[in-house]
């Protein structure tokens, strides 16, 4: 039997952070890393394998970046184990004995109980190098390609599979926008035009009902009876916490919001942590259960995870904030905290402020972005910064890292219009006219 100080199950964002905060913090400790693929793939990288890398092994992570701490990393599944006893039991029939247990196991796709689901050419995307080579093969031969689902995961892949030529992509989405969930409705409006000026063709109020086909798909049937030809689907509705093996272990368990941990990432059991996507998450707005899964959070929580497995001065978790970017042709949408439609769900009383302006001064400069745009979300009770949307060039990702920063840090809506920020001609907004700032101080005066 095996034995080390500290294993980690998983070895993806909070997986392979844990590991190395583990070896950085604590480096007398023997960390065994176990991961039940043989690659570890770059997850956000998966949509860009399609249209712009081309190559399924230009999106995997180093195993260097998982061992070069001193960590060791092996491929085989957990499958059942023994927290009295500290043992964990994996499927080639090895044993690993622990002192700290991490689990990072992630999170699987989610699939509706559709019609038709198990059809050839119908997938989903799963972190596996073997499943993103089988959808490459099918849609470089496709013609016709469904993807149902207008989140962020749909519209990557959508966007990404519009880019091979000669293929017609449909995107087939429930609610009235593409993306609602993640962003604000003129942002989505936005967003959803870019996609539809690329030639996708994006069906709104939509919903799937059936994918029909004997062997292999053929069409996607909508609850309205209207079919889209289809010989190929992808399926992107969302993903569902790695939970089955921490349940059997005997942790305690949401089934739908993950494996439950304290504000330290202390499962039910002192000696087991959990970390990811598999870990169930509060709100950094609300303190209530929120289903947000984001890389970002994963590797911020393995961070902690490793850390505090030996500290005596342990980190917390603040709670999920939710920062989140894409980028749809040549024009980035990013977005942090609340919007105001999750705002009228919580019912949280906000005000906001905009501000649209060049990302250039003076305007003058031809890589100008005159349209873009920041909406700032506050909280009434307490003038508090709880949320915001940024969208134009490349810096509009980091305006929602900035406002996601200061969300975090407590901003009220005179603290952020009164930030200094730095500014250039050939880099930012003026100093007048800097964007969060501006949508701040417009806040200011309609609250
Ligand atoms: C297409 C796509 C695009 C995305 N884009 C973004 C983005 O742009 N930004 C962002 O922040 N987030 C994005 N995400 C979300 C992000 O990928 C996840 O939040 C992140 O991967 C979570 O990391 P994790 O380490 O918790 O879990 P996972 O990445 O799911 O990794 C889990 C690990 O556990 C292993 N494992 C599972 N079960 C076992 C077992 N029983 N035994 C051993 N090993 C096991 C797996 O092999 C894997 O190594 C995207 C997701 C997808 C699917």
């Not at 496709?142 to 749909?154: E, Q």
Request: contains cysteine; glycine residues 10%.
């Amino acid at each position: 039997m095996k034995s080390c100080d500290v294993l980690v199950l998983g070895a993806s964002a909070a997986g392979i952070a844990a590991g190395n905060a583990v070896k950085a913090y604590h480096p007398e400790k023997s960390v065994m890393l176990f991961r039940n693929v043989e690659k570890t793939v770059v997850p956000c990288g998966i949509p860009y394998v399609y249209g712009e890398l081309k190559d399924v092994e230009k999106d995997i992570i180093p195993d260097g970046h998982a061992t070069g701490s001193g960590a060791e990393l092996f491929t085989d599944e957990a499958v059942d184990g023994d927290l009295k006893e500290k043992v964990i039991k994996f499927a080639s029939g090895e044993e690993v004995k622990y002192d700290k247990l991490i689990l990072s196991v992630g999170s699987h796709p989610f699939v509706p109980p559709l019609p038709g689901r198990d059809l050839k050419n119908v997938f989903t995307v799963k972190k596996d190098v073997k499943v993103m080579q089988e959808i490459f093969d099918a849609v470089n031969k496709a013609k016709n390609i469904v993807v149902i689902g207008g989140g962020f995961i749909g519209v990557e892949m959508g966007e990404q599979f519009n880019k091979i030529p000669g293929k017609n992509v449909t995107i087939v989405e429930m609610l009235p926008h593409c993306l609602l969930l993640a962003m604000e409705e003129e942002f989505a409006v936005m967003a959803e035009n870019k996609l539809k000026d690329a030639g996708i063709n994006v069906l709104t109020n939509a919903s799937a009902k059936a994918i029909n086909g004997t062997d292999t798909v053929e069409s996607v049937e909508l609850a309205s009876g209207e079919k889209i030809p289809a010989d190929m689907v992808l399926i992107g509705i969302g993903a569902a916490a790695n939970v089955d093996l921490a349940k059997n272990l005997g942790l305690e368990v949401d089934m739908k919001m993950g494996i439950q941990v304290d504000k330290f990432m202390q499962t039910s059991d002192p000696d087991v942590l959990a970390a990811g996507d598999c870990a169930a998450k509060v709100s950094f707005i609300t303190g209530k259960p929120a289903p947000v899964r984001l890389a970002s959070i994963a590797s911020e929580e393995g961070f902690m995870a490793g850390y505090n497995t030996y500290a005596s001065d342990k980190i917390a978790m603040k709670g999920a904030v939710g920062a989140f970017g894409t980028k749809i042709g040549d024009r980035v949408f990013a977005a942090a905290g609340f919007t105001t439609g999750m705002c009228k769900m919580n019912d949280v009383e906000y005000y906001e402020g905009n501000f649209v302006g060049p990302d250039r001064h003076p305007a003058a400069f031809d890589d100008v972005t005159m349209d873009t745009k920041v909406k700032v979300i506050f909280r009434k009770s307490d003038d508090k910064l709880i949320g915001g949307d940024a969208t134009g060039n490349l810096q509009a990702v980091e305006m929602a890292n900035v406002i996601s920063a200061c969300i975090q840090a407590g901003y009220t809506v005179k603290d952020l219009a009164t930030t200094q920020f730095a500014t250039h001609p050939k880099l930012t907004g003026s100093p007048l006219g800097y964007h969060i700032c501006q949508a701040a101080e417009n806040a200011l005066r309609n609250r």
